[in-house]
């Protein structure tokens, strides 16, 4: 097996722009929602969870000793489903490499957050925490098969904050079959109530392969139309701009300041390192994913190798257009001096025709510096990023 | 090979589709050696990807074996598998003519079809000796005694002395092998003095140029010699002559009554002609052979490569493929939808269908084909008389005094119970019946009178799934004949998309304009804008559909920082968008221009 993810990691010259990040997954959930297609299994069995800690403690003790990431994030699957003992296990293997980190978030289920966890979280050096509530609403979470019930997230919350983590985000889910508007908006107003600094909200996407999608195959749930999608997308933006939240990114709103950098090194071609099963990485210049399963991910690392499935190198071009819908995504858009730093092309040199032509459709809205997504473009980005790709 | 004259014989196998033509070559390879049993596969002449996917022939394949009579001699046997398919059958009459015997297959459990019939004809009008085969005798149905007597009836060919074989099984081959020998008459030895050879099929072989098939009438040909084409004069050095086992192979020379091919110094496709005499610089020839009667393509549509700086490529292929299809015409035409392309014409709509699949997957073309038409006489008020395969150029309808459309005679032969059925279908094509014969107590062949028009699209496939699959048909060109013939467009967004007009009868104008818009709002895919899809006939809006403007596009989450496979799915959909033909700012996928063909109409 080849090495991408060693040798880049171990040679990659220091680049100018941000210090690269560090994702850990933890494979696990207290049990599958009916729409996940992640790399997590439910619920987390006590050997194989001892197993995967002692394999993510090979593969990150393989990281170079100088490996010092600005942003850290543990995500999954659901890291606080590992019980206390084992998640105390968790944060004693990341915190060494988060040392020095200005970021590090951690996702966590409502239900699956006690004291101990949160204390842990805060000892370690965990800065945010990423609530994922989804929904307020009883059925809905039923409907969805989420592991918590409607109070659950309020409870995390106070937990969290007792144990002195301010920073909490909150994820909800729009587009459910079944829910409609006013339940959406009560579910806004419940997340707001937390008070939280970020708020992603996912549109709910029918994978293939999920109970979710056989329901739909079998016509017993109908998916919600795309003009009802784009109304709660539309709601979402409104009621949380109100409340004085940044729409910073497609699905990501945050509070001035709290917005999450982790995530932005993903949109704007910044480098990345992934241990874990599945877990994907970008340094170098080469892009790898790791194998995806937890026995594959825990057989190749426990053998001394990198368990990469499958790496990519990209010519200049191909990485320079990747990295511009990428940054699409971002509702500042691109600013034109940075985009030739970091990729040495000219966006009009690039793209400029197909810039021009999307800016006449009002898809795109040149700024003082570069280009951005107009409002209405939002809900239709992979179109005008198919143009441009 | 130069062989000794009396010892070849040169023969073809026709017969209706599917009654077991290839097949029984496969057998006739297998006994005689031809084929070693490990690069035998089933119908394995058929060596195109199109024929073994469809399982059926379009080209004819020439193939030679040597075979060892009981009577001691080693004879070649040179024999050409031939298409059954209607659409095909002036591969069969340019192979008749390679040959002196001709073996009719008839499936023992269908009996006489149309192409049996249509076939039978070529091959007497060639003067070929058949010799009747009644194949598939191993199917419990097959019934000997009265498929025998059908063709005693309709066909007037004796079958006191028929074969009957099973091309599956092999049984009765061996028989029919030795048949051959004393049957099929050997060549005519030929003019001495004279080099003749009739070019009756051609290939391009990218290392080798333009391969000419020929069938030798007089004299020899072998490499190094100086040849020279009859209908043009260029004169040429051959540089190899060969036969087939399937695959060419080089022999030392092809001498008069062989069937082979040559290479020779030709450089460009358009030197060759089918149906041309080649002739030796050193033994001139001062008559060529009669060649082909003209075939006449009844169907016309244009083909235009999907990116339109692909056009001189998209040249270059048609003239190379139409060495080994010489069936075709082409010429450049401009579309304001599509830019520059070809109008070309065939012989029918499965021919249609397999050119253009063949400029794909042969010449790597992306092609995408306009709405098929036929050739309509316009008889303006002038006086002037105009024929029009191209709606673009039909004149204003001030101009035009009256307008006329080709009729066909068909003949369809099928199950006494699906009389009325099909009876129906020729009404609903604007057609009248005009004879009914019965074949046998089960079946009936019918007479048709019809507008060409009308079969272009989905006759056959509508006459299939009405009998089941059992009918079959065969036609020719019947005369010209007034007709109410309207030309119809089609509007994307308010703009007339070229080409997508089509003329049709006022009658029908509706429906086929209600059904292209439906199949159009289907096959388009949604937009960033609403999208009116129109039919018109002049201003006049006759039918309409909406494609609705997408409102949902988008990647919620890009999962962990796997930004490879996301950039992967925009690249495909970019990858789609770019196989989409673009008029204006809308974005044409290729098989909307196949949908709009599958009208019910
Ligand atoms: N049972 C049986 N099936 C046969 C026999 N001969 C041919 N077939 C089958 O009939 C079908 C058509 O055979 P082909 O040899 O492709 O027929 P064809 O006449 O060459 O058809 P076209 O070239 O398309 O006109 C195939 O499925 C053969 O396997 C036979 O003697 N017995
Ligand atoms: S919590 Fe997240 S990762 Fe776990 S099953 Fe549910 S959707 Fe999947
Ligand atoms: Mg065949």
């Known amino acids: ?389 | 090979m130069s062989a000794d004259i009396s010892l070849i014989r040169n023969f073809c196998i026709i017969a209706h589709i599917d009654h077991g033509k290839s097949t029984l070559a496969d057998r006739m390879l297998e006994l005689t050696g031809a084929i070693e049993a490990r690069d035998m596969s089933a119908q394995v002449l058929d060596a195109m990807d199109l024929e073994k996917e469809r399982g059926i022939t379009i080209k004819a394949h020439p193939v030679s074996m040597r075979f060892k009579s009981r009577d001691g001699q080693v004879y070649q046997f040179n024999l050409i598998d031939t298409p059954g398919h209607v659409d095909f059958s002036y591969e069969v009459a340019r192979s008749i003519s390679a040959c002196e015997g001709a073996l009719l297959v008839v499936d023992a459990t269908q009996g006489v079809e149309a192409q049996t019939v249509a076939n039978t004809h070529l091959a007497l009008d060639h003067n070929l000796e058949i010799l009747p085969v009644l194949n598939k005798i191993d199917l419990p149905s097959s019934n000997v005694a009265e498929v025998s007597q059908q063709i005693e009836e309709i066909l007037a060919i004796p079958m006191d002395d028929a074969f009957q074989v099973s091309a599956k099984t092999g049984a009765g081959v061996a028989e029919l092998l030795e048949a051959i020998v004393h049957r099929v008459p050997a060549p005519k030895p030929g003019r001495v003095g004279w080099t003749r050879a009739l070019v009756f099929d051609s290939t391009f072989d990218v290392f080798r140029g333009v391969m000419p098939y020929v069938r030798l009438m007089d004299g020899d040909l072998r490499a190094g010699q100086r040849i020279r084409m009859m209908s043009t004069d260029e004169e040429y050095e051959v540089k190899e002559v060969g036969q087939f086992a399937p695959k060419p192979f080089a022999v030392p020379s092809l001498g008069v009554g062989e069937v082979g091919y040559f290479v020779a110094t030709i450089k460009h496709p358009k030197e060759v002609h089918i149906g041309d005499t080649v002739t030796r610089s050193d033994q001139l020839a001062n008559e060529p052979l009669p060649g082909f009667r003209r075939v006449h393509p009844m169907v016309f549509c244009g083909l235009y490569p999907v990116n339109s700086s692909d056009f001189e490529k998209l040249k270059a292929s048609l003239e190379k493929y139409n060495l080994n299809d010489s069936a075709i015409v082409f010429q450049a035409e401009s579309s304001s939808a599509l830019g520059f392309g070809f109008r070309c014409g065939f012989l029918g709509l499965l021919h249609m269908e397999i050119v253009q699949e063949r400029l794909r997957r042969e010449f790597d073309c992306d092609i995408i084909a306009t709405y098929p038409g036929v050739v309509y006489r316009v008889h303006l008020t002038s006086g002037e008389v105009k024929e029009i395969d191209n709606p673009v150029f039909m004149p204003d309808v001030t101009q035009i005094a009256h307008i006329e459309e080709p009729m066909i005679r068909a003949h369809v032969i099928c199950h006494n119970e699906n009389i009325g059925d099909i009876m129906q279908l020729v009404m609903d094509k604007r057609g009248a019946l005009e004879k009914t014969e019965s074949i046998d107590t089960r079946r009936v062949m019918l007479t048709c009178h019809m507008p060409l028009n009308e079969i272009v699209v989905d006759f056959h496939d509508r006459l299939k799934s009405v009998s089941r699959g059992y009918a079959s048909m065969d036609y020719e060109l019947a005369e010209y004949q007034v007709a109410d013939i309207v030309k119809m467009d089609i509007l994307l967004s308010g703009e007339v998309v070229d080409a997508f007009s089509c003329l049709v009868h006022r009658e029908k104008a509706n429906a086929r304009g209600r059904q292209m818009c439906k199949s159009l709002s289907e096959a388009i895919p949604r937009h960033q804008f609403v999208i009116p899809v129109q039919a018109a006939i002049g201003r006049n809006i006759i039918a309409r559909e909406t494609i609705r403007a997408f409102r949902k596009d988008v990647t919620a989450k890009c999962y962990g920082g796997d930004i490879s496979r996301k950039r992967k799915l925009l690249e495909r959909q970019k990858e789609g968008k770019k196989r989409m033909k673009q008029v204006g700012q809308v974005g044409i996928p290729q098989e909307a221009f196949i949908q709009v063909l599958k009208s019910d109409t």
């Open chain 1, 1 to 389: 097996m080849s090495d991408p993810g060693a040798d880049a990691v171990a040679t990659a010259t220091p680049r100018t722009g941000p210090r690269p990040g560090l994702y850990v997954h933890v494979p696990f959930c207290l049990r599958k929602c009916a729409y996940c297609d992640f790399a997590s299994e439910a619920p987390p069995h006590p050997d194989r969870i001892r197993r995967y800690l002692a394999c993510l403690d090979m593969e990150l003790g393989r990281l170079p000793a100088d490996f010092r990431p600005g942003t850290v994030f543990l995500g999954g699957g659901t890291p606080t489903s590992l019980n206390d003992e084992a998640f105390a296990r968790l944060m004693d293997l990341v915190a060494p490499r988060a040392a020095g980190a200005a970021e590090w978030s951690c996702e966590a289920n409502p239900r699956t957050v006690t004291a101990a966890k949160a204390s842990r979280m805060r000892a370690a050096g965990v800065t945010r925490v990423s609530l994922g509530a989804q929904s307020f609403d009883p059925s809905t979470l039923s409907f969805l098969g989420r592991a918590h019930g409607a109070d659950d997230a309020g409870d995390a919350v106070a937990l969290l904050r007792d144990a002195g983590l301010d920073n909490v985000g909150i994820d909800l889910i729009t587009a459910v079959p079944g829910r409609d508007a006013d339940a959406l908006a009560l579910d806004i107003d419940r997340a707001l109530a937390l008070d939280p600094r970020h708020i992603s909200a996912y549109t709910l996407s029918i994978e293939d392969g999920t109970p979710l999608a056989a329901l739909v195959d079998l016509g017993t749930v109908k998916p919600v139309s795309d003009e009802q999608a784009l109304a709660e997308y539309e709601l979402v933006r409104s009621r949380l701009r109100d409340a004085g939240f940044v729409h910073y990114e497609i699905s990501n709103f945050a509070r001035p300041g709290s917005e999450c950098r982790h995530n932005l090194l993903y949109w704007s071609g910044g480098e990345y390192v992934g241990c874990g099963p599945a877990a994907h990485s970008h340094r170098g210049g080469v892009r790898w994913g790791n194998v995806q399963t937890l026995e594959a991910w825990a057989d190749v690392v426990s053998r001394g190798w990198t368990p990469v499935a499958f790496e990519e190198r990209l010519t200049p071009e191909k990485r320079a257009r990747e990295t511009l819908v990428f940054s699409l995504r971002r509702l500042d858009g691109v600013d034109a001096a940075a985009f030739r730093a970091a990729t040495g092309f000219d966006l009009d040199a690039l793209c400029g025709p197909e810039i021009a032509r999307l800016a006449d459709q009002g898809l795109l809205e040149r700024t003082a510096t570069g280009v951005r997504l107009s409002g209405r473009a939002l809900f239709i980005s992979d179109a005008v990023f198919a143009e441009l790709v």
